[in-house]
């Protein structure tokens, strides 16, 4: 809508903000989300079991469409994701005879993707989350029981960097999860990040998730957490930025809109989280939100099936809430 400022125009300068979206959102919502962002990230299309459902059978044709839209529109790409624990054909860790595949018959088939995926992209996709989530949430465990540790070992986060280095050596290649601000999780993903890091594995930066919500972390725990990454020296990106209207762990379903209390805390939660991504814009350089509008969010139906929820700046007639105004102030 022309009436309405950009906010890729307002934080050209700072870093990118982007939208996670799929080829329906495009078709739907493209020139809104040509004029409001500057960086896309397929939210399922460019996953491992989109791009290669079976061994050898690659489906290229939407992950193709979104990149020729980012093109068209002079707009950055992020690459989601090559490992992960989810959204990952089954086909990867079996063998032939259907038992479990070996740790070279894995790291074959990750080489092949990431060859596969990277090497078509090569030059239009920036920035590639290599690895999503692989640190554990809870209590003392460190890297997370996955078909990708147990098939491949200790080392896989390093072999999937320097694969992905190979496949495209312009990429700038993040390790990216959630929790991510946790005082817990936190010192794991330093832990890990750094020991990948002396080992010499190219990770050029440390993708934060950013699903917060109205209540929750609290801004000192999120500078923490920025401070903490960013004294790494790499890169920092917002890859996941919503706040949901509801802590996890409120399964509460009455809602078929926000309350008033909940539209003033999104937009002052949206005030201090913007202010300080610009103090620390010397760290950050793009923050993605996951979605363009709350016509699509993941958390419809996340973790509570069936359930609505109202996390972004534009509401699901794509109007920009309050929020939206004083991030483009904090700009
Ligand atoms: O916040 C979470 C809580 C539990 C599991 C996963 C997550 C976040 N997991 C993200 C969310 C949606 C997916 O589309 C993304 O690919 C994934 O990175």
Known sequence: DTAIPSLHEAYAGLFRIG????TDTLR????????QYNSLTAENQMKFEEIQPEEGRYAFEAADAIVEFAQRGGMAMRGHTLVWHNQTPDWVFRAADGGDASREEVLRRLEDHAHAVMGR??????????VNEAVEDEGDGYLRPTKWLERIGEDYLERAFRIAHEADPDARLFYNDYNETDPVKRVKIHRLVRSLLEAGAPVHGIGMQGHWNLYGPPIDEIKEAIELYASLGVRLHITELDVSAFRFEDRRTDLLRPTPEMEERLTERYEEI????REYRSAIDSVTFWGAADTRTWLDGF????????PLPFDRKLRPKPAFWRMLEAA
Not at 274 to 277: G, R, S, T
Not at 303 to 310: E, I, K
Request: hydrophobic content about 45%.
């Open 28 to 35: 739907r919502e493209g020139p809104f989300i040509a004029g």
């Open 19 to 22: 939208a996670a979206v799929s």
């Open 274 to 277: 913007f202010k300080l991504f």
């Open 303 to 310: 973790p509570v099936r069936g359930r609505l929820n109202w």
């Open 121 to 130: 992209y090569r030059g239009r996709i920036g920035a590639w989350d290599v």
